[in-house]
């Protein structure tokens, strides 16, 4: 038989003709663990759904600080999907289609700057966001950062003057930290902190919508908010712990620096969050915690965004430890591997423990 080096490959011989050849194909289906289950989501739907739930938070902000809150959003939201719509076009040198997500990347990402900021900043920080952080690691689903959380960062390492006017900018807020004034303030409405921050009782309003539509759960929110309510109570240094100022005080610290924006729609990123039940418990305390230390001993205004980023890089590693268990099984056997070699999580039935001659067995241990 008479052939070339690309013929020979394709009748599955080798360029000798002695040795087969076995093509590698590229995997068609992508296998996962039972019971699987047909649903009416889609990316479409759960982006355009989160962007209606921001939207009360959005108006309140417009309402508050007027036609310069309004340009920000709507120059980042249009920044954002036109950059992604030229990327795309240009790289797949076709019509790219509408997922909604860069249109809340945009969102997201005005509603953390501060209102102090030019109009111009939010649809720059947005190209930043989706060329940089989302795009140039292939789009949606690979990036490894919040792209809002990262263009905020852009931001405030780009126009730092402005941040801290911001992190100053809570003059309107009436009473202490220790006062309840202040936190009826904060949870129906003031002027100053994060954009979108300016009524807590509009982002719980749209978090409540997303949490019966089963498109967020409250593993992450809820370790968030509570580590951040349990270590700034704890470390409020008044000496009095169960006072009434110091749980007051602890609750103002929740309720400001961008928290409950952050951890209610910034955290709950699927992409940029554990898969796991506890995972995602960690993975939100461990954003409470480090949002603590960053504004104990940092910037007040920022300790939210930079602690979700620091902790965005974890998700691997909680990804690794805490896999998925296979329906019907108890619990996973971690085998460990060779040297050089990752290691493998197989179901218990598989590798199972194997006792030595020594060891007894009871009946219960038996079955």
């Known amino acids: 038989m008479t052939a070339n080096n690309d013929d020979a490959l394709e009748i599955g011989v080798s360029e000798s003709g002695s040795v087969p050849v076995t093509p ?15 649903t009416v989501e889609t990316v479409q739907r ?16 417009v309402a508050l600080y007027g036609i310069s809150a309004l340009a920000s959003i709507a120059g980042a939201v249009i920044a954002a999907a036109a950059t992604e719509w030229l990327i795309v076009a240009l790289r797949d040198r076709s019509l790219p289609s509408f997922d909604g997500s860069s249109c809340l990347t945009g969102l997201l990402l005005a509603l953390s700057l501060p209102p102090s900021l030019p109009f111009w900043a939010a649809p720059l920080a ?35 003057a402005f941040f801290m006017t911001a992190a100053a900018g809570s003059a309107r807020i009436a009473g ?21 921050s300016s009524s807590v009782a509009a982002l719980l309003l749209g978090a409540g919508a997303l949490w019966i ?14 580590c951040t309510f349990l270590l700034s109570w704890a470390t409020s240094g008044t000496g009095q712990l169960f ?40 993975f939100g305390a461990g954003c409470g915690a480090l949002a603590v230390a960053f504004r104990k001993f940092g910037n007040a205004n920022d300790g939210a965004m930079h602690a ?29 591997a060779p040297a050089g070699q990752p290691f493998e999580t197989i179901p218990e039935h598989v590798a199972r423990h194997e006792p030595d001659e020594e060891e007894s067995m009871t009946p219960a241990e038996e079955l």
């Not at 590698?24 to 047909?38: E, G, K, N, W």
């Not at 967020?216 to 809820?222: F, Q």
């Open 126 to 160: 947005a190209v930043f966001a989706i060329a940089v952080v989302k795009m140039a690691f292939g789009g949606l689903g690979r990036n490894f950062l919040n792209p809002a959380l990262a263009g905020r960062a852009f931001c405030a390492f780009t126009f730092p």
């Open 308 to 336: 979700v980023l620091l902790m965005n890089l974890t998700v691997p590693f909680f990804d690794r430890c805490f896999k998925q268990v296979p329906f019907g099984g108890r619990h996973r056997f971690v085998a460990r």
């Open 176 to 196: 202490g930290p220790g006062s309840s004034d202040t936190v009826v303030n904060l949870f129906v409405g003031y002027a100053g902190g994060w954009l979108g």
């Open 243 to 282: 006072t009434a100022s110091a749980l007051l005080a602890a609750l103002t610290m929740v309720l400001t620096g961008g928290i409950p924006l952050v951890s209610l729609f910034m955290a709950t990123d699927p992409v940029t969050s554990p898969g796991t039940r506890r995972s995602r418990l960690l």
């Open 46 to 61: 759960i982006m355009l759904v989160t962007c209606a739930a921001l939207l009360p938070a959005a108006g309140f902000s």
């Open 24 to 38: 590698i194909a590229a995997p068609v289906l992508t296998v996962s663990f039972p019971p699987h289950s047909r």
């Open 213 to 226: 539509l089963r498109i967020i759960d409250g593993a992450v929110p809820l370790s968030f908010l509570g």
